[in-house]
């Protein structure tokens, strides 16, 4: 064989490797968006389920791990979550008839809070009851 075809051999198998590789590559990532774009459709659908009417609020349940200004941290097991508080929220204490508000809400304690789900699946948080601590 002589010297140049080897080399032309050898150019065209570089060639073959690079053009397998390349579209090897594009396969994958072709892959990889599709599984991101049902990931993404599927949340799509859950916020829609979420904002339905059938649905008339989410319920988030656990102690008060902080509270920094109108920012309510809850945690549940290894779980935690911030809430916001805003003017709209509606405070009372569970089995009590006095006024309550954010002042009324301590560290340990437990919360009942129910939300509401906006079109762009965001919680909207539209009471809370406070569950006191209790002597020990």
Do not use: C, H, W
Not at 86 to 92: F, G, L, Q, R, V
Not at 97 to 115: H, S, Y
Not at 120 to 135: D, M, Q, W
């Amino acid at each position: 064989m002589s010297k140049q075809l080897s080399i032309t051999l050898i150019i065209v198998a570089l060639v073959v490797v690079f053009v397998v590789g390349a579209f090897a590559g594009v396969l994958y990532n072709n892959q990889k968006t599709s599984g991101q774009l049902k990931e993404a459709q599927a949340a799509l659908d859950l916020v829609k389920k979420l904002n339905s009417k059938v649905i008339s609020s989410v319920i988030a349940y656990g102690n008060v791990a902080g509270i920094v200004g109108n920012d309510v941290t809850l945690n549940f097991g290894k779980e935690t979550m911030t809430f916001k508080i805003t003017d709209d929220t509606k405070i009372s204490i569970f089995k009590s008839t006095a006024k309550a508000g954010i002042k009324d809400i301590e560290r340990g304690q437990r919360l009942n809070m129910v939300n509401e789900v906006s079109p762009t699946g965001e919680l909207i948080l539209r009471s809370i009851v406070i569950y006191p601590l209790t002597a020990k």
